[in-house]
T-cell receptor, first 116, second 113 residues
Framework: DAGITQSPRHKVTETGTPVTLRCHQT?????MYWYRQDPGHGLRLIHYSYGVKDTDKGEVSDGYSVSRSKTEDFLLTLESATSSQTSVYFC???????????????FGEGSRLTVL | AQSVTQLGSHVSVSEGALVLLRCNYS??????LFWYVQYPNQGLQLLLKYTSAATLVKGINGFEAEFKKSETSFHLTKPSAHMSDAAEYFC???????????FGKGITLSVRP
């Protein structure tokens, strides 16, 4: 299994509080992603990173920010959590799509966030 | 833009029956296609992938999928369902321009004894 650790795995917080989720990888993969999973929506991309200090927005980035200061760590921050951000958050890693690599994603175990 | 359509949200089969999970894609360039499986309270695992080599792709746990360009489909099949196959299955498409995977909404497979 790919070495991807998400923390915390479970968190309950209140509306308006800041929350940071951490993704740590030991695979030295260049690309990292944050997805959220909600019933009826599948997985939706929040933010992604193509390298240290190189991040970009996905399809549902409003209310979220990310940072990547080291190859192995990708942080997702909810500056002021809302109930609509109650979800399961998945981190994923991959290598770039090349003739040797098909760009498949490897996923962490997920972080379940509940915003009351 | 690329997209994936998985019709229906739930499929139920009897143990030993054929499993067929449908996936249709939309892509302006030749795609890479993936099927992932998610067991309860776990992350996603890669089942199989199509990368423009053989159109019939075999994956883990007896699953296979066939890429049909004329039908823009990549349906997942397994000849005989097992109770342990109960999970959620996601089809995904990737085009090389940005290496971002686009997922379908997922299908929950239930297996009846």
């Amino acid at each position: 299994d790919a070495g991807i650790t998400q923390s915390p795995r479970h968190k309950v917080t209140e509306t308006g509080t800041p929350v940071t989720l951490r993704c740590h990888q030991t695979e030295n993969h260049r690309y990292m992603y944050w997805y959220r999973q909600d019933p009826g929506h599948g997985l939706r991309l929040i933010h992604y990173s193509y390298g240290v200090k190189d991040t970009d927005k996905g399809e549902v980035s409003d209310g979220y920010s990310v940072s990547r200061s080291k190859t192995e760590d990708f942080l997702l921050t909810l500056e002021s959590a809302t109930s609509s951000q109650t979800s399961v958050y998945f981190c994923a890693i991959s290598e770039p799509w090349t003739s040797e690599s098909t760009g498949e994603l490897f996923f962490g175990e997920g972080s379940r966030l509940t915003v009351l | 833009a690329q997209s994936v359509t998985q019709l229906g949200s739930h499929v139920s089969v009897s143990e030993g029956a054929l499993v067929l999970l449908r996936c249709n894609y939309s892509s302006s360039v030749p795609p890479y296609l993936f099927w992932y499986v998610q067991y309860p309270n776990q992350g996603l695992q890669l089942l199989l992938k199509y990368t423009s080599a053989a159109t019939l792709v075999k994956g883990i746990n007896g699953f296979e999928a066939e890429f049909k360009k004329s039908e823009t489909s990549f349906h997942l099949t397994k000849p005989s369902a097992h109770m342990s196959d109960a999970a959620e299955y996601f089809c995904a498409v990737l085009t090389g321009a940005n290496s971002k995977l686009t997922f379908g909404k997922g299908i929950t497979l239930s297996v009846r004894p």
